[in-house]
T-cell receptor
Framework: GAGVSQSPSNKVTEKGKDVELRCDPISGHTALYWYRQSLGQGLEFLIYFQGNSAPDKSGLPSDRFSAERTGGSVSTLTIQRTQQEDSAVYLC???????????????FGEGSRLTVL | QKEVEQDPGPLSVPEGAIVSLNCTYSNSAFQYFMWYRQYSRKGPELLMYTYSSGNKEDGRFTAQVDKSSKYISLFIRDSQPSDSATYLCAMSVIQGGSEKLVFGKGTKLTVNP
């Protein structure tokens, strides 16, 4: 597709379960970002990938959160033992940024809306 | 004090009004300033990008940066119902080879026909 694709678009899970969220960036974009958006909290940075490596994972809120990227393309964000406070929209973005240069325009997906009961 | 402050609104205006959206920031090192627009249940999309102090105009939209006051604004002239969205300011700085990008919380705008 032409844009950033995220799946699932909606996920309802029970507290304590693990969830995986997938992001398929725009072809050729080397940089990939995960953000979390909660009501009234704005965009919270989670992790940044350049290729398959993550030079900045400072925003991951706890060790229950992890992410990987393979083949310089698809990324998966995994949340283990989900808690109610994890409920949010998880947004993925990609850009043509190369290491050490500013991001330029971020292209966002529509997000994965996670609800933890 | 948060690095970027943005009034969340909500802001409701009649069609045709001039809208002013604002952000203040505390980190004087920020170099790049952006405005993103986010429609309901969609991802944000870049609307305006500026680098230096001053004004940048694009159609009905004008972005203004005042680095001395650490204040940025987005003006929308002749607002339309299709402008109803959440507007997020964003700013960044390159430090040590990596970029720090910070978003405001967003201002929800409704333009009433």
């Amino acid at each position: 597709g032409a844009g950033v694709s995220q799946s699932p678009s909606n996920k309802v899970t029970e507290k304590g379960k693990d969830v995986e969220l997938r992001c398929d960036p725009i072809s050729g974009h080397t940089a990939l970002y995960w953000y979390r958006q909660s009501l009234g909290q704005g965009l919270e940075f989670l992790i940044y990938f350049q290729g398959n490596s993550a030079p900045d994972k400072s925003g991951l809120p706890s060790d229950r959160f992890s992410a990987e990227r393979t083949g310089g393309s698809v990324s998966t964000l995994t949340i283990q033992r989900t808690q109610q406070e994890d409920s949010a929209v998880y947004l993925c973005a990609s850009s043509t940024r190369t290491s050490g240069r500013r991001a330029g325009e971020l292209f966002f997906g529509e997000g994965s809306r996670l609800t933890v009961l | 004090q948060k690095e970027v402050e943005q009034d969340p609104g909500p802001l409701s205006v009649p069609e045709g009004a001039i809208v002013s959206l604002n952000c203040t920031y505390s980190n004087s090192a920020f170099q790049y300033f952006m405005w993103y627009r986010q429609y309901s249940r969609k991802g944000p999309e870049l609307l305006m990008y500026t680098y230096s102090s001053g004004n940048k105009e694009d159609g009905r939209f004008t972005a203004q940066v005042d680095k001395s006051s650490k204040y940025i604004s987005l003006f929308i002239r002749d607002s339309q119902p299709s402008d109803s969205a959440t507007y997020l300011c964003a700013m960044s700085v390159i430090q040590g080879g990596s970029e720090k990008l910070v978003f405001g919380k967003g201002t929800k705008l409704t333009v009433n026909p």
